[in-house]
Each structure stands twice: as structure tokens, then as C-alpha cells.
């Protein structure tokens, strides 16, 4: 049966990650990330989100990647998180930026250890390749990885090229599959004045 759908969206979202962490759903907070950089090239990529909040969907990245180079000339964002075994879907637009350099330096700790070395990888080898279209040699990212390794057998601090991305949804659309004989239902919650939302349905 479809759930009916009121309150804050962000919560809704939040709860329905829980639902599918519950499940036993492998990276259930895993979102694909959506952006175009300023001659309109879209861009498509999963990224793990870590906060989701009345603020926002919060993910880290590196510095320069092609999702900031993108942001940095189009802040507008789009993103979708699946759950098939569930029926569920969430598409969110909206604008994405960068947050201050103290939430990053809260988070850096929390990460996994291979995550926290990969920061460093790009730390290493992405400052000489900022264009896009770049090549990396064959073998250099093990290398930067077991290097980081041996120079922080410990936690590493955080890296300066690590940030802490916020998307700032306008609009969310919740998906729910339907069954053999009902249709599955979308609604659709839009922020209006006084940044409150307003949801109804549409067209699945």
C-alpha cells in the first residue's frame, strides 16, 4: 500500500534512507548526483550521502572534481535515490555549493579509512590535473594510495582539497510503485514563500 505523504520532505527522505538501511539494502544513502557545467554538458554519478537534514543533502568530494567544476559554473543540481526493492524513489532539484571548511573538518574523521587516503590521492595528483579531459599514468593512483598509507598510519587530518557539498532541494518528487491492479503515485513537494512546502500529486 502507498504511504500518504505529508510534513517535511527532508524528513520523509531521511526516514525512507532508514527504511532501506532496515531493509538490509546495500548503500542505501547512495544517490546519483546530476550536473552541467556552463556550455550545458551533463554529467551523471553516484555519490554517499552523509547528512540529510531541514538544511539540506549533505556528500563530500575532493577538490578539483568535475562535479565541483560543474557546480562552480552552474550551481543548478538534480539527484535520485533508488530503492527497487522497495518501490521507492526520490528525484530532488535544486542548488548545490559548498559548505565552510569547520563542517568539512568535523566530518573528515567520521569517514571510512579508505575514503580518508583517497582524499589524500587527489590531494597528490589533482593539482596538475585540473583541465577536464585530464589522464592519469597508469599505476599513479596505487601509488598516491599506499604513499598516503605509509605517511598516516594513523587517522590522516583532512586534506585542503576536501569539502562538504550541501544540494539545497526547490522541488522533491516521492515515487511508490504501484501493485498488478493500482497504479504507482508520485507527489510532489515545492518549496513556496517563507520556505515552506507544499505537496500534491502528479503523473507518476
Known amino acids: 500500500m502507498r504511504e500518504a505523504l505529508t510534513g517535511d520532505p527532508l524528513d520523509v527522505l531521511a526516514r525512507w534512507v532508514a527504511d532501506a538501511a532496515s531493509a538490509g539494502l546495500p548503500l542505501p544513502s547512495t544517490m546519483t548526483l546530476a550536473t552541467a557545467d556552463a556550455g550545458g554538458v551533463p554529467h551523471a554519478r553516484t555519490v554517499l550521502v552523509t547528512a540529510i537534514n531541514p538544511g539540506g543533502v549533505s556528500f563530500h568530494s575532493s577538490v578539483p572534481t568535475t562535479k565541483t567544476r560543474d557546480l562552480a559554473a552552474n550551481p543548478r543540481a538534480s539527484a535520485v535515490f533508488h530503492w527497487p526493492a ?17 563542517t568539512s573538518q568535523a566530518a573528515f574523521p567520521t569517514r571510512p579509512r579508505q575514503l580518508q587516503l583517497l582524499a589524500w590521492v587527489y590531494e597528490a595528483l589533482a593539482p596538475g590535473l585540473a583541465a577536464p579531459g585530464y589522464e592519469v599514468e597508469p599505476g599513479a593512483v596505487e ?16 586534506p ?3 569539502t562538504t557539498i550541501r544540494l539545497v532541494p526547490e522541488q522533491i518528487d516521492f515515487w511508490q510503485a504501484g501493485a498488478e491492479l493500482s497504479p504507482p503515485g508520485k507527489t510532489r513537494f515545492v518549496i513556496g514563500d517563507g520556505h515552506t512546502w507544499r505537496c500534491f500529486p502528479v503523473l507518476p
Open 160 to 162: 585542503p582539497s576536501w
Open 86 to 102: 522497495l518501490g521507492r524513489q526520490v528525484v530532488l532539484q535544486g542548488t548545490a555549493a559548498q559548505l565552510d571548511p569547520a
Open 143 to 158: 601509488h598516491a594510495f599506499d604513499d598516503a598509507a605509509d605517511h598516516h598510519p594513523g587517522t590522516p587530518p583532512m
